[in-house]
């Protein structure tokens, strides 16, 4: 029998705020996803209201993503044309 998994939204936080929400089958994705360097790179030159979301002193975790989030990934996915694209910021990022 083989069962299809359904995605799963997690969160990243940056010293406990929400900023990047994706979706990912398995936990072992989405910490890949989390532990990819090119991912942490975006979350360092990101910023919103000029304040970085992140930086090399910051603490990131993965959790799963609560209600609110999961609500806002899937609005925020409907209102972008197909892509291979699975994250989204969770808050207003400055122009750059």
């Known amino acids: 029998m083989t069962e299809t998994l359904s995605l799963s939204i997690f969160t990243i936080e940056s010293d406990l705020k ?49 209600a609110d989030e999961r609500a806002r990934y899937r609005e925020q996915m409907a209102e972008r044309p197909p892509t291979n694209l699975v994250a989204i910021f969770l808050v207003d990022v400055d122009a750059g």
Do not use: M, Q, Y
């Open 18 to 66: 929400p900023v990047l929400a994706f979706a990912a089958k398995k936990h072992d994705e989405a910490d890949a996803f989390f532990r990819d360097e090119a991912v942490r790179t975006k979350l360092r030159s990101a910023s919103s209201n000029g304040v970085p979301l992140c930086d090399d002193l910051s603490i990131l975790r993965i959790r799963l993503a609560n």
